[in-house]
C-alpha cells in the first residue's frame, strides 16, 4: 500500500468511522442510567477482541518459521500501547487512561500517516498492523470524547517518566544487537516516515524524544487552555 494512495485513503476512512460510531453510541448509552450497561457490554467486547487480536499477533510472529529476533518481539510502542489500552477502558484506572492517551493520540496516529505496512488486505500483516492501530487510537480518541478523560500535569509526568524508561530500555536493547525497536535503533523504518527527516542514528533518537515530549506537552496544554476559557466565560462572559 503507497502513502496517501486510494487505498490508504479507504483504510483511514474505515477506521475513522468505527471510531466515531463507537464515540456515537457510547455517548448516546453514558447519558443515561438505563443504557449504562450497553456501553460496558460494548467496552468489554472491545477488550476481548483487543486481547485475542494482540494475543494472535504475538503467537503468529514468535511461531516457529515466522519468528524474526529483531521484527516478532512485542517491543514496539504499539505492541505495548494496544494492551494498555484495553486494561485502560476495562478498569479506567488514571495512569493507564494516561499512557493511552499520549501514546495513542501522541505517537501511534502517525501510524495513520505514514504507515510502515506496505501489503495490502490480502496479506495478514495488513489486518494485524491496521487493526493494531485502530485498537490504540480508537480506543484513546474514545476515552477523550466519549468518556471524558482530561489529562493533568501528572499524567503528563507518568507519560514522560514511563517514555523515558521505554527508550532508555530500548536504546540499550538496540545498540547491542542493531536492532529497531521502538525506531531507536541504527536501522530505519520499512517505509518513509518522519524518521527519515531527522539525521543520522544515534542523534535522531534525541529528536525523537525532544519531538515526542512536546506533542505530549502541547497535548496537555490544549485542555488546560481550555478549562481557563471556560472558566472565565462561567464567571460572566459571554
Known amino acids: 500500500m503507497e502513502h496517501f494512495s486510494l487505498g490508504h485513503a479507504i483504510t483511514v476512512a474505515a477506521c475513522a468511522a468505527i471510531t466515531a460510531t463507537a464515540i456515537v453510541l457510547g455517548r448516546r448509552w453514558l447519558a443515561r442510567p438505563e443504557t449504562l450497561h450497553l456501553e460496558r457490554r460494548m467496552v468489554l467486547g472491545y477488550v476481548v477482541t483487543t486481547m485475542a487480536t494482540q494475543a494472535f499477533i504475538v503467537v503468529w510472529l ?5 519468528f524474526v529476533p529483531w521484527v ?15 486494561l485502560a477502558l476495562l478498569t479506567s484506572r488514571r495512569g493507564l487512561r494516561a499512557m493511552l492517551y499520549f501514546w495513542g ?3 501511534s496516529t502517525q501510524a495513520f500517516v505514514t504507515p510502515t505496512v506496505s501489503a495490502g488486505p490480502n496479506d495478514l500483516w495488513f489486518w494485524a498492523f491496521w ?35 521505554y527508550g532508555i530500555a530500548m536504546l540499550a536493547l538496540n545498540s547491542a544487537t542493531g536492532w529497531n525497536y521502538g525506531f531507536l535503533g541504527p536501522a530505519r523504518p520499512s517505509a518513509p516516515t518522519i524518521i527519515d527527516a531527522l539525521g543520522p542514528w544515534p542523534l535522531r533518537t534525541v529528536w525523537m524524544a525532544l519531538i515526542g515530549y512536546f506533542l505530549f506537552a502541547v497535548l496537555t496544554v490544549v485542555w488546560k487552555r ?13
Do not use: E, K
Open 62 to 66: 514468535c511461531w516457529p518459521g515466522n
Open 72 to 86: 516478532s518481539l512485542p517491543l514496539h510502542v504499539c505492541d505495548m500501547a494496544a494492551w494498555i489500552a484495553a
Open 131 to 165: 487493526s493494531t492501530h485502530l485498537q490504540i487510537v480508537g480506543a484513546a480518541v474514545y476515552d477523550v470524547i466519549a468518556r471524558g478523560f482530561r489529562p493533568a500535569w501528572r499524567d503528563l509526568g507518568i507519560a514522560v517518566f514511563y517514555s523515558s524508561l
Open 226 to 238: 481550555n478549562r481557563v476559557g471556560a472558566g472565565v466565560r462561567g464567571r460572566g462572559g459571554p
Open 105 to 107: 493520540i501522541g505517537l
